[in-house]
């Protein structure tokens, strides 16, 4: 054999070995969410026997509910907006390498922001240009209010070496202690007797509907949102450095990336999208900010990021999947005479199996053919 020829099946060899590399990652991407999902059902179609209830039925209702009518799409759509911002929330500072869990905190804030800043602004309802800058205010004040909170546990983490996992959650807990003494103080609607909220937007400040749909424009932002962070953490110098400290955060320090800016970065992203997530539901949805901000959607968000392996692009389906389970939540009800707790258990079992599949993560071996590593002897 010549050295050309020798060196030529060495480089096929390594560029089979690398395309078996990258086959592995895409049918592990796929698998394990499968598998976790499938589980997940398993148990929850278990659970509902032990209730005295089909599984079928349910399974049935439950798709009728998602995606079965156009009305239902809608539905589902709607759902899944916040779930859209919400996971990417998680997902960001997850591929820097923390496990940040703030969403619900900076969507809470975001929302109060939006909803201090619009009455403020009732004046510029009166116009088509002064409403659009209103508005264009109000939801960048809500991204503000999220990106500054959820900076906290990242400059916590990076400085103090603060647990981020932890801050984080306690931060929630502040944000929505934090907004509930607000709403019911100093920022209360004298007018709003039986549920406190402060006062209302002026409609002329509320976002619209997308053309065509019975779906507000949050889901557009939801989907520009996923798309560009999808381009920012694969195609640009941004997102491969957070590889880089997602994988071996010593690593990249090694190599002289700045690690600190990496990290605030991250969590500003992440906490502007929840942020932008509360300033829609204000904006578009309640009108006020109320107790009802804090409805659990910054910790769907956990769940559709971990769906979704941290992938922003990956986000949208996942997000649309569990927007429809949340859809199906009143066919139900009322078809099956189930609670409305029957859907967060659901949840819960998707949560618990996704946990559990992510403990076999690096480990799904394709078969020899498909990796292209070559035969023993």
Same mark, same amino acid.
């Given at each position: ?32 969410? *499968?598998?976790?999902?499938?589980? %997940?059902?398993? !148990? ?11 599984? *079928?039925?349910?399974? =049935? ?70 409403? @659009?800058? %209103? ?8 991204? =503000? ?10 400059? +916590? ?12 959650? @306690? @931060? ?20 709003? +007797? ?18 065509? +749909? ?12 996923? *798309? ?12 491969? =450095? ?27 992203? %992440?906490?502007?999208?929840?942020? +932008? !997530? ?26 559709? !990021? ?37 859907? %967060? ?33």
């Amino acid at each position: 054999m010549t050295s050309l020829t020798r060196g030529f099946t060495l480089g096929l060899g390594a560029h089979q070995a690398m395309r078996g590399r990258w086959l592995g990652r895409i049918a592990e991407a796929w698998a394990l969410p *499968l598998l976790a999902l499938t589980v %997940a059902l398993v !148990a929850f179609g278990a659970f509902l026997a032990a209730c005295g209830v089909d599984p *079928l039925s349910a399974a =049935a209702l439950i798709w009728r509910g998602a995606f079965g009518t156009w009305f239902s799409w809608q539905n589902t759509l709607q759902k899944a907006s916040p779930l859209l911002l919400t996971g990417l929330a998680m997902a960001l500072p997850a591929r820097v390498g923390l496990m940040v869990i703030g969403g619900e905190g900076a969507l809470v804030l975001g929302g109060l922001a939006c909803a201090v800043i619009g009455p403020a602004l009732s004046g510029l309802a009166g116009s088509a240009g002064g409403a @659009l800058l %209103a508005q264009a205010l109000m939801l960048a004040g809500g991204m =503000a209010a999220g990106a500054l909170w959820l900076m906290i546990p990242g400059a +916590l983490r990076f400085w103090r070496s603060v647990n981020e996992t932890i801050s984080s959650l @306690l @931060l929630n807990t502040i944000a929505i202690a934090v907004m509930n003494q607000l709403v019911e103080g100093v920022l209360r609607d004298p007018l709003s +007797l039986n549920k406190p909220s402060t006062v209302p937007l002026a409609p002329g400040l509320m976002l619209g509907q997308i053309p065509g +749909l019975s779906v507000h424009v949050g889901l557009g932002f939801g989907l520009i949102f996923c *798309l560009a962070a999808g381009v920012l953490m694969q195609r640009t110098s941004f997102g491969f =450095a957070a590889s880089v400290n997602g994988g071996n955060p010593r690593a990249a320090q090694m190599v002289g990336i700045d690690v600190g800016r990496l990290i605030l970065i991250a969590c500003a992203l %992440a906490g502007a999208s929840a942020g +932008l !997530a509360g300033a829609v539901e204000v904006a578009a949805v309640q009108g006020s900010a109320t107790a009802s901000l804090a409805a659990g959607y910054g910790y769907s968000g956990i769940l559709v !990021a971990f769906l979704a392996r941290h992938n922003p692009f990956a986000i949208i389906p996942v997000a649309l999947l569990l927007g429809g389970i949340a859809a199906s939540d009143g066919l139900l009800q009322r078809h099956l005479d189930l609670p409305d707790a029957t859907v %967060a258990v659901l949840q819960g079992f998707v949560f618990i199996a996704v946990l559990a599949a992510e403990t076999f993560s690096g480990r799904l071996r394709l078969p020899l053919p498909l990796r292209g590593e070559p035969r023993d002897g």
